[in-house]
Every structure is written in structure tokens, then in C-alpha cells.
Nanobody, 122 residues
Framework: VQLVESGGGLVQPGGSLRLSCAASGFTLGNYAIGWFRQAPGTERDVVSCITSSDGDIYYVGSVKGRFTISRDNAKNTVYLQMNSLKPEDTAVYYC????????????????WGKGTLVTVSS
């Protein structure tokens, strides 16, 4: 069972990145998937969450209108499209999965990836 994030990197303010979270060893469509981020010296907080039914999608207020979460069950992958990036978006981004969940709570996630670093700087 594995989650692997990719797509991070260095981008200028106002730029875009698309993060991918690829699952292996389990069917990602049965899981709520959360994207979390952690900047140095801060806690790991949820950025966005998509439930297994796709009925609910959540974004933290600071990314609403800029980030879009989506899933491709055929590819067993969830994406986070990040537009209009700001320096304060700089963090390690993690994806996590919880079976049949309707929310993405840090303490309840079943599986975690190792993270991908996003740096927004000129």
C-alpha cells in the first residue's frame, strides 16, 4: 500500500503547479483523499479534501478559488491544481487517504505519502 506525491517544485508567485497523488495497493476511489501541507515550524494542516463519493469537496479558505482538487479513479490518482500561487503556499504537500470517510481529519487518515516540496519564490 503506497501513496506517492509528485509535481512539486520551484515556481514564481502567480504561477501554477499540479500535484499528483498516485495510489498503489488499494482502490483510491473508496477513500476520501486529503491534501495537507506543512511549512517549517508549523503544523500539518488540511488544504483540500475530496470524499469517496465526490459528493463533498472542501478547501481551506486561503486557497479557495485558486486550488482545485480532482480525482481520476481509472488512474487511481488524485490531483491538486494550484494556480495564482503565493509565497505563503510554500510547504511540503502531503496526500493522505481514509477509507469511506466523509471528512479529512489529520488524526484519522489511514495512509500517507512522503510529501512533495512546493516553493513559491521570485
Amino acid at each position: 500500500v503506497q501513496l506517492v506525491e509528485s509535481g512539486g517544485g520551484l515556481v514564481q508567485p502567480g504561477g501554477s503547479l499540479r500535484l499528483s497523488c498516485a495510489a498503489s495497493g488499494f482502490t483510491l476511489g473508496n477513500y476520501a483523499i486529503g491534501w495537507f501541507r506543512q511549512a517549517p515550524g508549523t503544523e500539518r494542516d488540511v488544504v483540500s479534501c475530496i470524499t469517496s463519493s465526490d459528493g463533498d469537496i472542501y478547501y481551506v479558505g486561503s486557497v479557495k478559488g485558486r486550488f482545485t482538487i480532482s480525482r481520476d479513479n481509472a488512474k487511481n490518482t488524485v490531483y491538486l491544481q494550484m494556480n495564482s500561487l503565493k509565497p505563503e503556499d510554500t510547504a511540503v504537500y502531503y496526500c493522505a487517504a481514509e477509507l469511506w470517510a466523509t471528512t479529512c481529519d489529520y488524526d484519522d487518515m489511514d495512509y500517507w505519502g512522503k510529501g512533495t516540496l512546493v516553493t513559491v519564490s521570485s
